[in-house]
């Protein structure tokens, strides 16, 4: 019984080295799996203009919002109309972010008066779409001289706008853009 116990003992062991030997000498099977760190998110580029005291195009880290950019041009100047800013919003590579100015009072009977009481920007800072130019719409963010032209031509195409929704109507302005210029604009 020993003699058998001892050649199974010596089988097992045989076996076990011949298993081993096969595994270390043996190709690994599949693909080695290759970690890689998350790659960094690039940095915002952001144009600030209008009523801020540096106005130009800022680098801002991911996830800035507005008040970042804002604080990047040195903060907003005296001269702004910033209520209906939204400085928590969330800002997108590219993207312009306009402060407005407060409209400056005009004497009693000078020239412009009579503008001024029918101009493009009301009491509150807000920029009349039914009596804009095309190159005062361009200060508003993200709109550039073409779409403040089809502003421009569906306005003079289909009569003024009644709400600031009928933008939604102008070719290359969807929900997104008509959000980012709420709050600048008005249709009286």
Do not use: C, W
């Not at 096969?22 to 203009?49: A, F, K, M, N, S």
């Amino acid at each position: 019984m020993k003699r058998a116990f001892q050649f199974l003992a010596g089988l097992l062991t045989g076996l076990a080295a011949a298993g081993l030997t096969l595994l270390l000498t043996q190709e690994p099977r599949g693909i080695p799996i290759e970690l890689h760190p998350p790659p960094t998110p690039r940095p915002l580029l952001i144009h600030v203009d209008g009523a801020v005291e540096n106005p130009g195009v800022y680098e801002l880290p991911p996830r800035a919002v507005v008040q970042h950019a804002i604080e990047a041009a040195g903060g907003i100047s005296a001269a702004a109309a910033a209520e209906g800013l939204n400085l928590a919003a969330a800002l997108e590579d590219g993207e312009q972010v306009f402060v407005p100015f407060r409209p400056t009072p005009r004497p009693p009977g000078s020239d412009d008066a009579a503008e001024s009481s029918a101009g493009s920007t009301q009491a509150d800072g807000r920029l009349n779409l039914n009596a804009a130019t095309a190159p005062e719409l361009e200060r508003l963010p993200g709109i550039g001289p073409a779409l403040a032209e089809a502003i421009v031509a569906h306005r003079e195409a289909h009569g003024p706008f009644s709400a600031i929704e009928d933008l939604l109507d102008v070719s290359g302005i969807g929900p997104a853009k008509l959000e980012q210029i709420r709050a600048l604009v008005t249709a009286p």
